[in-house]
């Protein structure tokens, strides 16, 4: 029998309002147009929205807001009183034992510590599942809850007191955030090829769209919190430390204000101060290329007459992640980069004429490289302090990972800012610059994603990073709800409800 509640949604296509990001008089951008996968996303998904008559959410959801932040930072304390500053949220542990390892958290007036976070329901859970009495939890520096009493013996924060978002919104953005995916073909793989290539090319783009607009609206939350410029620089220092370094970025971010007050716009005494902070300047020279001494010196000829003042901001070198890096994307290089884009006084009006420009669709990657790229004598042709010069100089930044800050910080910024000040022209074009962005470098999740989906016949999809992203969006909405037999997912039945192509969208 045909499904009423289908046939409504093909009749309707209404925008989903969740998803509408509003301008600052209040009202609702017009721009946002007909999503029939948001609609499916919403009413389908087994991450569907909350009810607001359960007790709590599910506590999987509790541990994603944690690993992503997804809290108003500034603003948190512990039940008694106590500020609590999160330099690093930890690692997420599949195994026995707290949910994170290796956080590093300042709770009050104490210095930053690293300790281990604990996420439950209740703080009565505390006692109730035994932590108190397991060994495992003895390095336990802070026990995060939905709803919190006294009866936990570690300091606790309250989550549902500090959200940046309504919980319903995250719940949409997060689902189950950080399961593997599957990795062989799933049942919506046959329904896909029977889909034309603008058909499955629009499914695609509109999958896409939602994971946009869920990332424009976290820096529209966090604009909302520290202003547009801020939201932006944290987005993008995010983006330069890649999986295991975004959380020691995002931390150097957060103290920029600071940083550019005191330190003026010197590219050299940005960069020492901001590795002096980050604890990766080297102060056994033994360990150093003898070729980059001298460099190194100069940078300690800035650090060492501020470093005292920087104590209580300084981060323990055990933060950052080494292993598996490129040589190219060291975090000092990266900083280094980063020091250069603070120095440069005219990078955001830079940003501002690339984003009402209108150049021709081969330009829009160059000209914004142009805007971003930034050279130096030294970190151009070095990998890290051990290495010698290089033969030929490298770039600080390439067009790779441009792409990704491009699709992920970006023009969801421009966007969302848009959006704010009611400028539907602009939400228009920067629409179709996402849509026609070239595809970003492949990854393990994509590869997997492709496998999932389209049984790696994936040739028949443009090279765009919209594409891409769609494929994401729907493993993090269906195939992460599910398992490697599909059981209960409804996506291929979406897939064979598929009304076609879009008028509304390229």
């Known amino acids: ?54 007790a709590a959410p599910p506590e999987r959801l509790l541990q994603a807001i944690w690993m992503h932040q997804r809290l108003l930072r500034e603003k948190l304390v512990t039940l008694d009183g106590r500020r609590v500053e999160v330099l690093h949220p930890g690692f997420w542990n599949r195994e026995p034992g707290p949910d994170f390892r ?43 809850v939905w709803e919190g009493d006294g009866r936990s013996q570690r300091p606790t924060l309250v989550l549902k007191e500090f959200l940046d978002s309504p ?27 029977e889909l034309a290539d603008a058909q499955l090319n629009e499914l695609l783009n509109q999958a896409a769209f939602v994971r946009f607009q869920a990332k424009a609206k976290h820096l ?60 990766l300047l080297p102060a056994d020279m033994t360990n150093v290329h003898r070729s980059a001494a001298a460099y190194l010196r100069q940078l300690w000829d800035y650090w060492w007459r501020e470093r005292d003042d920087w104590f209580d901001h300084s981060l323990p070198k055990s ?9 190219a994307n060291m975090p000092q290089r990266r900083i280094a980069l980063a020091a250069r884009w603070l120095a440069n006084e005219k990078l955001l009006a830079g940003l501002d004429r690339w984003s009402t420009a209108r150049p021709p669709e081969r330009e829009l990657l160059p000209k914004l490289l142009k805007v971003w ?10 990998w890290s302090w051990r290495t010698a010069r290089l033969a030929s100089a490298q770039p600080l930044l390439g067009p790779a990972r441009l792409t990704d800050m491009a699709v992920n910080v970006i023009l969801p910024w421009i966007w969302s800012r848009a959006a704010e000040s009611a400028n539907q022209d602009l939400q228009r074009e920067i629409e179709q610059r996402f849509y026609r962005w070239p595809a970003g470098e492949d990854n393990v999740l994509l590869r997997l994603a492709r496998r999932r989906l389209l049984d790696n016949s994936a040739g028949r999809l443009p090279a765009r ?42």
């Open 1 to 54: 029998m045909p499904d009423p509640a289908l046939e409504s949604i093909q009749r309707r296509l209404v925008t989903l309002p969740c998803l509408t990001l509003h301008a600052a008089d209040g009202k609702s951008s017009s721009v946002n147009r007909s999503n029939f996968y948001a609609e499916w996303r919403l009413r389908c998904s087994p991450s569907a929205l909350l009810r607001e008559d359960r």
């Open 102 to 144: 290796g956080a590093v958290l300042r709770i009050g007036a104490e210095l930053p510590r690293s300790g281990d976070v604990e996420i439950d329901l209740q703080s009565s859970g505390w006692k109730g599942h035994g932590h108190d009495s397991n060994p495992a939890f003895q390095n336990v520096a802070l026990h995060v």
């Open 319 to 327: 933060m950052w992640r080494f292993a598996g890096l490129r040589p």
């Open 465 to 506: 990073a919209a594409l891409q992203q769609g494929l994401l969006q729907i493993v993090r909405d269906f195939c992460e709800q599910s398992n490697a037999l599909c059981q209960n997912c409804r996506f291929p039945e979406l897939v064979k409800a598929w009304p076609g192509e879009n008028p509304g969208s390229s």
């Open 373 to 382: 790229q930034a050279n130096d004598d030294f970190w151009s042709w070095r």
């Open 167 to 193: 919980l319903n919104d995250l719940t949409l953005w997060l689902g189950r955030d950080g399961a593997e995916p599957p990795s062989l073909a799933g049942q919506c793989s046959a329904p896909l090829k």
């Open 220 to 279: 529209q939350a966090r604009a909302r919190e520290a202003g547009w410029e801020q939201s932006l620089w944290e987005g993008l220092f995010r983006a330069l430390g890649y999986k295991h370094n975004v959380w020691p970025m995002q931390r150097l971010a957060e103290l920029r204000p600071l940083v550019i007050q005191h330190g003026g716009r010197d590219a050299v005494r940005l960069e020492a101060r901001l590795l002096g902070i980050a604890g």
